[in-house]
């Protein structure tokens, strides 16, 4: 009996959001590891000016994300995962800010181009498409839980910081004891958001457009 050929096959599609944008953004975070800056802070060769940097641009980062989360905290596309308590790096990093640069911290925190162009992106999306806001915000949310844990380490013996998190507490999520079981809950709750796969896919393409260069690479060219 003759068999009927099928036809191309489309490539698989990820069912699960998180899977999809995990796949979607693999090269992105394979970029960032591979910097010269974050080749060396793996290896603890990191200037306490150069930290400063960094944390600055954490901070306008994460002001600009967390005010468009705020702006979208109630839409059916964001409020799923909306996590302020757990998850909002702002008042830490207040507290960074502080540390490394003084009670007028305000006046003095530099911003790089490169950093001032991904917050106007952050504000753009926030106003303009905010259900990209989710896979920003779970890409650097839950990369701060699993990453960002080994470099606070490296960090803290590599400059000599006190044991007590000073200076570090953007690193620090006191409202989540376990980093896994929390991973596993933003998960589920981010593939609980409906989205059809012709939607989900163009915001896949959009999220790479409009991802920074991963700020360790920019910092260095633009400085």
Known sequence: METEKEG????????????????????????????????????????????????????HIYDALEEEIERSKDSPAFAPVYFPEELHRRAALEQDMAFWYGPRWRLAIPC???????VQRL??????????LVAHAYTRYLGDLSGGQVLKKIAQKALGLPGSGEGLAFFSFPSI??????????????????????????KQLRLLSRLSVPWAKREQRDN
């Open 8 to 59: 191309p096959q489309p490539s698989r599609v990820p069912q699960d959001l998180s899977e999809a944008i995990k796949e979607a953004t693999k090269e992105v975070h394979t970029q960032a590891e591979n910097t010269e800056f974050m080749r060396n802070f793996q290896k603890g060769q990191v200037t306490r000016e150069g930290f400063k940097l960094v944390m600055a641009s954490l901070y």
């Open 123 to 132: 504000h753009e999306v926030g106003r303009a498409e905010p259900e990209l």
């Open 177 to 202: 004891p376990s980093a896994t079981t929390f991973k596993q809950l933003y998960r589920a709750r981010m593939n609980s958001l409906e989205m059809t796969p012709e939607v989900r896919h163009r």
């Open 112 to 118: 790089s181009p490169a950093t001032s162009r991904y």
